[in-house]
């Protein structure tokens, strides 16, 4: 599985954007970027996910760059509940080996102050 | 909708015990099914995945087994808990994985598992 790096940790104050970074430099072309996050004592939940093009949901933005050696999860106005771990994740869709299984790395423990 | 149900929320057992955590997915047929694993202030292991009944695949070797006797019924079992077993569990499902598909897992409440 291809391996993404984020920082262990990001601060932001209420109700401003954040933006989480994400490299995956050995990114191939059947992998599709996966964000998930982790409110504390919970299980994770799915955010969004997309292979080359911007991607818009109710929750976040997805920008991948254009070489998709790097992506940024955006939330646009963060709150109190925005709290949580954020995990970037590559999924390979065109392995024939592949269940669908995530393999999640350390993420990036967000905090946000009121 | 679909659920997924965990239980219990927590449990305490003593080194050498067994274990039984069982996990249920509801309003699905055929899912792909998952347990993770959380130590203490580190990320998510994967465990195993199941693809069908009776069907399942061991990612890392441990003191763990999982079973699935039903479509929609994940087990994780060990005969004899260590005290490096204690985590957080957390079962997932997900759409019958097919070449293409970017259906999400969806994740269980999580069991928090002491060793004493």
Known sequence: DAKTTQPNSMESNEEEPVHLPCNHSTISGTDYIHWYRQLPSQGPEYVIHGLTSNVNNRMASLAIAEDRKSSTLILHRATLRDAAV??????????ASNTGKLIFGQGTTLQVKP | SQTIHQWPATLV????????????????????????????GRGLQLLFYSVGIGQISSEVPQNLSASRPQDRQ?????????????????????????????????FGNGTRLTVT
Do not use: M
């Open chain 2, 13 to 40: 057992q003593p080194v050498g015990s067994p274990l039984s955590l069982e996990c249920t997915v509801e309003g699905t047929s055929n899912p792909n099914l998952y347990w993770y694993r959380q130590a203490a």
């Open chain 2, 74 to 106: 994940f087990i994780l079992s060990s005969k004899k808990l260590l005290l490096s077993d204690s985590g957080f569990y957390l079962c997932a499902w997900s759409v019958l994985f097919r070449t293409g598909d970017n259906s999400p897992l969806h």
């Open chain 1, 86 to 95: 954020y995990y970037c994740i590559l999924r390979d869709v065109d392995s």
